[in-house]
T-cell receptor, first 116, second 116 residues
Framework: GAGVSQTPSNKVTEKGKYVELRCDPI?????LYWYRQSLGQGPEFLIY????????DSGLPNDRFFAVRPEGSVSTLKIQRTERGDSAVYLC??????????????FGPGTRLTVL | AQKVTQAQTEISVVEKEDVTLDCVYE???????LFWYKQPPSGELVFLIR??????QNEISGRYSWNFQKSTSSFNFTITASQVVDSAVYFC?????????????FGTGTLLAVQP
């Protein structure tokens, strides 16, 4: 079956602009996660959705970052007033469950965001 | 606090050599899960293995094997008879249900270069 897809694959924007990054999880996966990966680092957790609700947004760096998942499937990560420090690869993952067999997360190819 | 340490930043081996990637974790939770992911030059994180805290059995999958030892809080990964295609960054990750989110805490990764 299809894996996690993310669009766009690359996004270049100017400082101060607004961007939206989209994630389409594996069909049937109720849990969806966003991570951010800077060069030479491991992914860092941003936010987790169980169904439509954000169950844990403790990783969002500030209020310029927001994410939604209105129908419990596709999710959009929104960044307002982008800053150069927001430049990174934004990764989306999904899992069938959050505990037990099936809690492994499958990742998409990522969106590389560059803020000039 | 939860933490994953991958002390080896880079490892270089010659094809057919065996190589072990180290992972040490910290958590106060009694129920947790450990994972290994591979990130090849293409960038997409590939799930390799999931292990729960109650299962200390070692696992072998082809040329890959994993050694989980709770006594030393380690979950090491060995590649036998390495191949050039094994060249990638390997991440160890931890999740627990203390916060009921299944968010992954990643190490900083180990870059493995397999020379022909």
């Amino acid at each position: 079956g299809a894996g996690v897809s993310q669009t766009p694959s690359n996004k270049v924007t100017e400082k101060g602009k607004y961007v939206e990054l989209r994630c389409d999880p594996i069909s049937g996966h109720t849990a969806l996660y966003w991570y951010r990966q800077s060069l030479g680092q491991g992914p860092e957790f941003l936010i987790y959705f169980q169904g439509t609700g954000a169950a844990d947004d403790s990783g969002l760096p500030n209020d310029r970052f927001f994410a939604v998942r209105p129908e419990g499937s596709v999710s959009t990560l929104k960044i307002q007033r982008t800053e150069r420090g927001d430049s990174a690869v934004y990764l989306c993952a999904s899992s069938l469950k959050i505990a037990g067999v099936g809690n492994e997360q499958f990742f998409g190819p990522g969106t590389r965001l560059t803020v000039l | 606090a939860q933490k994953v340490t991958q002390a080896q930043t880079e490892i270089s081996v010659v094809e057919k050599e065996d190589v072990t990637l180290d992972c040490v974790y910290e958590t106060r939770d009694t129920t947790y899960y450990l994972f290994w992911y591979k990130q090849p030059p293409s960038g997409e994180l590939v799930f390799l293995i999931r292990r729960n805290s109650f299962d200390e059995q070692n696992e072998i999958s082809g040329r890959y094997s994993w050694n989980f030892q709770k006594s030393t809080s380690s979950f090491n990964f060995t590649i036998t008879a390495s191949q050039v295609v094994d060249s990638a960054v390997y991440f160890c990750a931890l999740t627990s249900l203390g916060g009921a989110t299944n968010k992954l805490i990643f190490g900083t990764g180990t870059l493995l270069a397999v020379q022909p």
